[in-house]
């Protein structure tokens, strides 16, 4: 995904990833990718830390991989999970951006503003 696509992420783009982290065992795989950082971890990996069957670890990460908050590559016979932490970012940046937005406009000079 182009920096420019993610800067200019519409809340339409936005809701399935935030209605996919909206599932308790995803939000933990997320989690759980997101502490590996950029080096990833294999599914396996996933599997030992999370103790879920694999029929339902590949369940949630299709729907991770599926929204463009995970993404899986090949090496071998190896799958490597990793959080896309650009989309994630992106994700969010919508709503950091626009933080106390409204508030910041009716304050006065004198006022600090929330964030």
Not at 59 to 79: C, D, F, I, N, Y
Not at 80 to 94: G, Q
């Amino acid at each position: 995904m182009a920096g420019h696509t993610l800067l200019s992420m519409t809340l339409e783009q936005v809701a399935p990833r935030l209605a996919a982290l909206g599932n308790v065992t995803r939000l933990e795989i997320y989690r759980i990718l997101v502490r590996a950082g950029r080096s990833g971890l294999l599914v396996s990996g996933v599997q030992d830390k999370l103790q879920v069957p694999a029929s339902t670890l590949s369940h949630h990460l299709r729907k991770l991989v599926e929204v463009g908050l995970v993404t899986q590559e090949r090496e071998g016979t190896s799958l490597i999970c990793r959080a896309d932490i650009a989309v994630m970012e992106a994700s969010f940046a919508r709503f950091t951006k626009e933080c106390c937005a409204d508030e910041q406009a009716a304050q006065t000079s004198n006022s600090d503003p929330c964030c």
